[in-house]
């Protein structure tokens, strides 16, 4: 939603929610909000300027205008104020707000809806492990992309589906050495699997996230499996969970090629890994979309 709203202005101010304001809105306990810095680094990815704002955003609001002495009316500035239309017409602040600027309701979108992310804590742990793996590579300098059911799920259903046990992410086998000389968080990095070829199952990490008194939470099965492949796919982008993640361009032929033409119809069918990691794949009716700066490899 920012990433699109960032496109549509030239200007965008995000109010972001102490800490204490968060967790009165949702019901949460303090402990189990994300701590406010987190939150607005996020954030800050996205926007032009922030502000700190309290359950009613009103003070923020008006003291971050004074500050920056923005008109409220006239031809210099044309200001508005986006919200979710899940409280429409009133909201924390909306009388103060509607008096000096137009309001805009956004619909609700199920696909990125914190309530249903809170509510399940697979989502969640997969929530957290992806945008953990994904940052980490970010830093190294090491490309990737959303891949298999991840991939499937982010374009069908807007999500990642519910049933899966793993999140899976693909980089190229080139990048396999830079991989294994990251210094990952302790206690995340549970499986390294190196076969001789990609006819046997290729090269893979899995992660999982820690349990702080256990190490390893053995009470859930739910990893983020990481493939090295012998080709790397030209590059589009999505959003889940709020974060922008790259995806293969041409996404319905690359799911196509593992799930085949029925592939928008949910089933308990699982990729061929000697397919997608292998020739089956490379070979495929996605060939041209290959990155030719990335050479075909086969161990």
Not at 138 to 165: A, F, H, P, Q
Request: charged content about 25%.
């Amino acid at each position: 939603m920012l990433h699109t709203l960032r496109k549509a202005c030239d200007k965008l101010i995000v109010g972001v929610h102490s800490s204490k304001s968060l967790a009165e809105l949702k019901g949460l306990n303090i402990s189990d909000v994300q701590p406010y810095e987190e939150r607005l680094n996020l954030v800050k990815f996205y926007a032009t300027d922030t502000f700190k704002c309290e359950t009613d955003p009103t003070g923020g609001i008006r003291a971050y205008y004074k500050k920056q002495q923005y008109p409220f009316s006239g031809n210099v500035y044309d200001v508005c104020f986006f919200r979710g239309n899940d409280k429409f017409p009133d909201f924390p602040g909306s009388d103060y707000i509607k008096e000096v600027m137009d309001i805009y309701f956004l619909p609700y979108h199920a696909g990125i809806s914190s309530s249903k992310i809170r509510g399940s804590k697979k989502l969640m742990n997969y929530n957290h492990l992806l945008q953990t793996i994904s940052s980490i590579l970010e830093d190294n300098n090491i490309s990737y992309y959303l891949d298999v059911g991840t991939l499937l799920g982010c374009i069908r259903d807007g999500v990642i589906m519910e049933k899966d046990t793993d999140v899976d992410i693909s980089i190229h086998l080139s990048d396999w050495d830079n991989i294994k000389r990251i210094k990952w968080p302790k206690g995340w990095l549970c499986r390294v699997i190196e076969r001789p070829n990609h006819l046997e199952g290729g090269r893979m990490l899995s992660f999982k996230i820690p349990n702080s008194k256990r190490g390893l939470d053995l009470l859930n099965d739910h990893y983020l499996d990481l493939y090295a492949m012998p080709a790397f796919p030209l590059l589009d982008e999505t959003i889940l969970f709020g974060k922008v993640y790259p995806i293969p361009v041409e996404p319905t032929l690359y799911i196509e090629q593992l799930y085949g033409k029925d592939w928008r119809i949910p089933s308990g069918y699982h990729a061929d890994w000697k397919f997608h990691r292998s020739r089956g794949l490379v070979e495929s009716d996605y060939s041209k979309h290959w990155d030719k700066n990335y050479e075909i490899l086969y161990v």
